[in-house]
């Protein structure tokens, strides 16, 4: 598993969607990148941009979006289980160069 960077704040637009880059005229505010955070997310879009892949990971009950990396992404699904195409577990922040991302920190068992 690569090393992460915490991120002191996390910018977010006016809906609350996770901008995946730093600074710009999307930005609304920023939410503490030390907090995390429970929900169940489902795997909204994917797709690939020069070398990089992007991978959009959606909460379902409310529409917001995070971004997360594919290495985080592709690690997690190797070990996580799914119900109904949602992984719900624990949520934290990460920072790589002035990108912003998710990771999953635990899986939550749903007991089903």
């Known amino acids: 598993m690569r090393k992460r960077s915490s991120p002191e704040e996390v910018p977010v ?3 609350g969607n996770i901008l995946r880059a ?3 005229r999307d ?3 920023f939410t503490s990148g030390k907090d995390t955070f429970i929900t169940a997310l489902a795997l909204h879009r994917a ?3 020069g070398a990089a892949y992007r991978i959009l990971m959606i909460d379902t009950s409310c529409g917001k979006t995070y971004p997360m990396f594919a290495g985080d992404f592709f690690a997690m699904m190797k070990t996580v289980s799914m119900y109904k195409g949602e992984i719900l577990g624990e949520w934290g922040y990460c920072q790589k160069s002035s990108y912003y991302g998710i990771y999953l920190v635990q899986e939550i068992d749903t007991d089903e």
Request: aromatic share 8%; net charge positive.
């Open 22 to 24: 730093g600074r710009g």
């Open 13 to 15: 637009d006016v809906n």
């Open 27 to 29: 930005v609304h505010s």
């Open 47 to 49: 797709w690939k941009h």
